[in-house]
């Protein structure tokens, strides 16, 4: 058991699952993530490089994953806008790594110390063009150690990159955590290299480990080798990437279900406002409303059977998260009208507590009695 900083254990989380080169650039609140790593790094035999920016930080663990290593970069809002263009070309060239975006209030500079979740929509889909996405979330200390081995598997399992979203607040706090021995998936390597399609395949051939490869962010054949005027080879590229996902949705799936079993009242959020909302459930129950807890730690792919499922079986649905309305979007879409959708949103730099979550349930469930 030991008193870990949330950033702290994002660095630890990385370090387990075989992260042995990070590149970024200083950003409030997830510098402390960049700070471990430069310390953790060298002893493992590891790199670490501060970067001119968020745009050659990503550049360079982009480069540093086909060199071979599990790589990783850390930003915040700003820092994470200027990363869209390598996101999309990561997603083309189908490389494995690791962004971490520790939210904070914005745009722009915004509100640099405290928390948000402003960037869910820019996680999924701030790169142009249609790729696929793996975006996960944490509302513990022990939870972002968990979900950043996590991140790091599911890149190397799909060879995509994996966008994992804390905030300021969960970046900063401090827990007692005992960390637990987490699963490591290891880079797949092509059983022949002479063989071996260097796309089109989860098998990964790093530079230096076969024959010349050719990596570019225009549309290409399987050997790599640019097929820029190709429409229909394009579409089978991105098909192939977005289905390998579609495929394991419940595998990827991550989520937290507290009371959901006999639930007339569904509060569905995600990362630190799931803390509060937990503490809403408590207050509900004791108040004999039966309320129910979905936490969702996957949030692209977004589990729409499941939520729809859910829906179903209940009266209300309330969405609290720190923006305007965002992650709502997708939940709304998944109801279809199943049971009345109420958003509780704020943009202001302050938690939800318990009580403004459990009004807003009492509120839907008022309504839904006068109906």
Known sequence: MKLIQGNEACALGAMRAGCRFFAGYPITPATEIMEWMARLLPPKGGVFIQMEDEIAALAAVIGASW???????????????????????????????????????????????????????????????????????????????????????????????????????LSHMRE??????????????????????????????????????????????????????????????????????ETDREAITRYRAIGLDDADHLILTYGITARSAAGAVQQLRADGIRAGLLELQTLWPFPERLVADLASRVENVVVPELNLGQLVMAVRAAVGGAAPVRHLGRADGRLFSPEEIATAVRAGAHEVSRA
Not at 120 to 149: F, N
Not at 193 to 213: C, I
Not at 220 to 243: F, K, Q, V, Y
């Open 176 to 245: 007692n955590v005992e960390l637990p021995e987490v699963a490591v998936v290891d880079r797949r390597k092509p059983d022949s290299v002479e063989a071996f399609q260097p796309f089109g395949s989860t098998a990964f051939q790093a530079f230096g480990d076969g024959p010349p490869l050719v990596v570019t962010g225009l549309a290409h054949a399987d050997t790599g080798r640019p097929r820029a005027s190709d429409g229909p080879n394009l579409e089978r590229m991105l098909r192939r990437s977005i289905d390998r996902l």
């Open 67 to 169: 060199g071979g290593a599990k790589a990783m970069t850390a930003t915040s809002g700003p820092g994470f806008s200027l990363m869209q263009e390598h996101l999309g070309y990561a997603a083309m060239t189908e490389t494995p790594c690791v962004v971490v975006d520790s939210q904070r209030g914005g745009p722009s500079t915004g509100l640099p110390t405290l928390p948000a979740q402003g960037d869910v929509m820019q996680a999924r889909w701030g790169s142009h063009g249609d790729r696929p996405a793996i975006v996960l979330t944490a509302s513990s200390v022990r939870d972002v150690y968990e979900i950043t081995v996590a991140a790091f598997n599911l890149s190397e399992t799909y060879r995509l990159p994996v966008v994992l979203l804390l905030d300021a607040l």
